[in-house]
């Protein structure tokens, strides 16, 4: 079912049936959604790529989800609590990446299998 929502921009009104992705204003291209707009620098491109992601104390397995000139979307199988604010060493040899990033938000979903967890990591 579609929803109207209103522009933060330019106010007018549209309708939409994903109300939670950031989606381009039919009359003035503003990014936003149902939490407001979008606040990212870069556009992100939907990449899914493996890797190990070292944590410190462990190794995980880890795939990227979106990536940005500034920024990576990653997915970890299972719960971790990482903390926003952690430095993390990225390595992703598939896209070049071999740098510090830091947690910028963390998110734990619960999955038909367990739970998933996705962090926003900007690149430093």
């Given at each position: 079912m579609a929803e109207q929502?209103?522009?933060?921009?330019?106010?007018?009104?549209?309708f939409t049936a994903a109300?939670?992705?950031?989606?381009?204003?039919?009359?003035?291209g503003q990014f936003f959604s149902i939490h407001g707009v979008d606040k990212r620098q870069h556009p992100r491109v939907h990449r899914e790529v493996t890797f190990s992601l070292n944590l410190g104390n462990e190794t995980t397995p880890a795939k990227t989800i979106d990536i940005s000139r500034s920024g990576i979307g990653v997915s970890l199988e299972g719960p971790?609590?990482?903390?926003v604010g952690k430095i993390?060493?990225?390595?992703?040899?598939e896209l070049g990446i071999d740098s510090r990033a830091e947690v910028m938000w963390r998110k734990t979903l619960k999955t038909d299998v367990g739970a998933e967890t996705r962090l926003g990591v900007k690149i430093l």
């Open positions: 929502i209103i522009c933060p921009q330019c106010k007018k009104e549209s109300p939670y992705a950031y989606l381009p204003c039919p009359h003035c971790y609590n990482i903390a993390l060493n990225i390595y992703v040899p």
